[in-house]
């Protein structure tokens, strides 16, 4: 099995920074790219960022120039610092790995439980 587990979500002022971490654990052989989706309320869940295992990074342009994601490849973590936060970054955020398994040939996808981030205007 592979587990990620998040951490860092909180209630913050409009204006204000979080950090968020994920450590992922399990049977993991390799894991490819690492990041953050959101899903607000009534909404779909959308990608934040990607961190490839190469260190490329992709960003949703809501938060371009205000979020930076990181990665420990050794600690099989992930990182989102997000600062300048907004009430619309009002939010569960899912960490998300693909991730192959030992002795598996292939990659999957695999996602936390979420951390909730609320910021207030």
Do not use: H
Request: with cysteine; aromatic share 10%; net charge positive.
């Amino acid at each position: 099995q592979v587990q990620l587990v998040e951490s860092g979500g909180a209630m913050v002022q409009a204006g204000g920074s979080l950090r968020l971490s994920c450590a992922a654990s399990g049977s993991i052989f390799s894991i490819d790219d690492m990041g953050w989706d959101r899903q607000a309320p009534g909404k779909q869940r959308d990608l934040v960022a990607r961190v490839s295992s190469g260190g490329t990074t992709t960003y949703a342009d809501s938060v371009k120039g205000r979020f930076t994601i990181s990665r420990d490849g050794a600690k099989k973590m992930v990182y989102l610092q997000m600062n300048s936060l907004k009430a619309e970054d009002t939010a569960v955020y899912y960490c998300t790995a693909n991730v192959r398994r030992w002795g598996s040939l292939g990659y999957s996808d695999y996602w936390g439980q979420g951390t909730q981030v609320t910021v207030s205007s």
